[in-house]
Structure formats: C-alpha cells, structure tokens
C-alpha cells in the first residue's frame, strides 16, 4: 500500500476556479506537510502541520487554505487559481525527531 | 532563514565514474541534512541523511560528508551506473520535536552515460 497518497494526480482547470488536493498518510507520522515544485524543480515548503495544529506557514497568498482534519490527513484548497499556480504539489510526512520526508507521488496542477 | 546553494546544477559522468555533488548551507543551527534522488516525474526519496553530530556515512555505492566549520556537505556516488541518472537535491533543517522545516537545494541533473 502507498504510504502516502495525493489525489487527485493530474488536475488542469481554469482561471478563476477553486480546486482541492488531499493527501493521506499511513505511517502514522505526526507531521505532514505541503511543499510546491516549480517549473525548474524548485522545491519550497508552504505549510506543516503536527498533530492537527499549523506551525508552519510560509509566504503563500491567502488563496491556499490548508485543512489538517486529523493527523493522518492534510488537504489543501486554493481559491481563484492563477496561471503562476501551476507547479507540481507535494504532499510529505515525518516523524518529529526522525528527520526524514516521505513524498507522495505529487499533483501535477495546470491552470489555463 | 536557511539558505542552501547546491553545485553543479548539471553533472555528467560516464558509467564506472565517481560523482560529487556539494551544498553549502547558511544557518550554523542546522543540524539535519538529508539527500534525495528525484527520477522524471517521480517523488523524491530519500537515499542518504546525515546529522551535525557525524562527518561521513556511508550506505554501498553513496556517502556523503559533512564539514560543519564550513557549513558544507557533499554527495559521493561511486560505480555510478544508468540508473543513478536522476535530479539529487540537498536539504537542512533544525531539528525540534515538532516540525521539521526541509530547505532545499536548487537540484543537480545527474546524467550517467554509457
């Protein structure tokens, strides 16, 4: 079984539109996480949460909400999406003091 | 904030060859730094890590080294074969008992030639 999962993998929508990724996890980690791939493979945090509760929270427009439900789930909203939106999101999970991510297989997210 | 500068971007070998990919970091706090291997239009994973408390470790064909008064680490891959060819990226963090905050590098392209 997939340890962590996104869905959906590919998502193409238009400007304008508000569309949701939702990641899970079953490595029962405490900390999940939203990192952004840009064109160029950069990779940049956006949000952490531990055990439901946000502690991290990086320079990202307030169009992206994320939603910790509980600590197996992260998902992650974007309202009025922009053609610069479009990358590749990761969701990952960790153990706090084991160091080490492991990634879902990414959504690739297109806006046109 | 950490700031962490990765060298090549690009790095081509030929099979058999050794490979070295280095990384700088900028916050002396740091004490987590972990390698991961990224195949095209896959998910990274994670082939190596190292704490602030260790210098060298080595997993077969990849080691990698620390130098803390430096603030530098470095990938080695040895008997590198085709299927090392991937984009590897280095990353720090501070540990704590929450959150681990990765900050990566900006990726090198390794490409193994036959």
């Known amino acids: 079984d997939t340890a962590v999962s996104q869905t959906p993998k590919y998502l193409v929508t238009q400007m304008g539109n508000d569309k949701s990724i939702k990641c899970e996890q079953n490595l029962g980690h405490d900390t999940m996480y939203w990192y952004k791939q840009d064109s160029k493979k950069f990779l940049k945090i956006m949000f952490s949460?531990?055990?439901?509760?946000?502690?991290i929270n990086e320079t990202v427009p307030n169009r992206f909400s994320p939603k910790s439900p509980d600590k197996a789930h992260l998902n992650l909203h974007i309202n009025s999406l922009e053609l610069g939106d479009s990358a590749v999101y990761f969701c990952?999970?960790?153990?706090?003091?084991?160091?080490?991510?492991?990634f879902g297989s990414g959504t690739r997210l297109t806006v046109v | 904030g950490e700031n962490v500068e990765q060298h090549p971007s690009t790095l081509s070998v030929q099979e058999g060859d050794s490979a070295v990919i280095k990384c700088t970091y900028s916050d002396s706090a740091s004490n987590y730094f972990p390698w991961y291997k990224q195949e095209l239009g896959k998910r990274p994973q994670l082939i190596i890590d190292i704490r602030s408390n260790v210098g060298e470790k080595k997993d077969q064909r990849i080691a990698v080294t620390l130098n803390k008064t430096a603030k530098h680490f470095s990938l080695h891959i040895t008997e590198t074969q085709p299927e090392d060819s991937a984009v590897y990226f280095c990353?720090?963090?501070?540990?704590?008992?929450?959150?681990?905050?990765?900050?990566f590098g900006t990726g090198t392209q390794l490409k193994v030639e036959l």
């Open positions: 949460y531990n055990n439901k509760e946000l502690i």
């Open positions: 990353a720090a963090s501070i540990l704590t008992g929450g959150g681990n905050k990765l900050t």
């Open positions: 990952a999970s960790s153990l706090p003091s084991a160091g080490g991510y492991t």
